[in-house]
């Protein structure tokens, strides 16, 4: 049984932009290029140029606009994927497993595929006890208006405490290795639980782009190193129904080819514009926005910060990037916007952030202050996933793990 998650305010929490007085004055370091087209630049380990100064972030961009296009291509494709997804469903309860946070991506997406596409779906959301209370109320809304039955997975509060602060340890960017996959395998393991084979995520390489490799990566294999070196509380075995924080190549080979579960990614086909989503899901859904981009986690302002701090990331490089390929941001709003502390950086959420993890400042401060390391100083499956190119290509276009992994893996830097 799961240990009882720390007492988290009921009042609501949003990002508000900082004063001089409580942001440290540190800015990031000036980069030697950046790409003329968007904002991306060379501190993201890997990145190159052409002879326009375009980046190899707008590259990929441009061939996964042109391999998922929009307009009426784009409705055929989602109809043929609806249509797959009621023929698996067919003769029970759901027909689909949906991921939510209460984020703007994920609700529209529970709209679209309730409302438009007239899915049955099993709303999963996966609780690591620092969710935003706006976007727990948003869920709530949401899946009450749309009749959608709302299914938390909640992690053992000592294993998702223990791991954050491993990766502290770790001294690499990927802060949220340990969310990132408890998500992922909350999914899973619901969808073999139920019997469902087909798993929609909210994600759009229009609107979100793609993270750098080096940024975050991805590897079951190079959590548990980071676990076995830092962690303290033993992580739970694996099961087909409670995976726990366990995805490594096995499982995923167990879930894809035994289980026969495939991903489906709708808003890559789907003309998705932030602005009027906004306003459609605060009328249909009464939708909050939880105060900034991923602030549906708290956490978040502990990670923008040490990444913006520690390792010279910011992390609006490749979102507000692939605004502006998509027409919904301008370069110079994008510039404008980036010189500037990112207000998720908000010193109240990051103290309370630091408490939750049972840390005192000076700790927190002293387990950060060592150098800065990556992935490739662990134990991790990437040389094994560089040997794999081709099968994971065909499993990403099969849908049998998501149609960004291959990107993820091979065309995102290094």
Known sequence: MSAPLPPSSSAPITSTEPTAATVPAFQ???????????????????????????????????????AFPLGEAGRLQVQKLADDIKRTGKGKKYDCVLGVSGGRDSSFTLWYCVTKLK??????????????????ENMVKACRKLGVELRTITSDWRESKDLKIAFLKASTPDMEEGTDLGIATALYGVAAKEGIQRVVIGQSFRTEGICPLSWNYLDGRYLKAVHKRFGTVPLRPWSPADPGFNLDLKEMFYYAFVRRIKTVTLLYHVDYVRADVDELIARELDWVNPGAHYFDDLYQSVIYYLNRTKFNIDRRLFNYSALIRSGQMTR?????????????????????????LGLTRAEFDQIVAAPPKTFRDYPNNYS???????????????????????????????
């Not at 049955?120 to 006890?129: I, K, M, Q």
């Not at 510039?335 to 939750?356: A, G, H, Q, Y």
């Not at 996933?385 to 065309?411: M, T």
Request: hydrophobic share 35%; net charge positive; aromatic share 8%.
């Open 119 to 136: 899915l049955r779906p099993l709303a999963v959301h996966f609780n690591d006890g620092f969710g935003n209370p706006v976007a727990g």
């Open 28 to 66: 990031l370091k000036a980069p030697a290029q950046r790409c003329t087209r968007c904002i991306m630049d060379s501190t993201v380990p890997g990145i190159a140029f052409d002879n326009r100064g375009e980046c190899s972030f707008c590259a990929l961009h441009d061939k996964l606009d042109h």
């Open 384 to 414: 094994l996933i560089r040997r794999l190119r081709w099968p994971i290509k065909v499993l990403s276009q099969l849908n049998l793990i998501p149609e960004s992994a291959y990107d993820k893996y091979f065309n995102c830097g290094s």
């Open 332 to 356: 110079e709003e994008a510039l404008e916007r980036t010189s500037r502390i990112n207000s998720i950086e908000d010193p109240r959420v990051i103290d309370l952030c630091i408490k939750r």
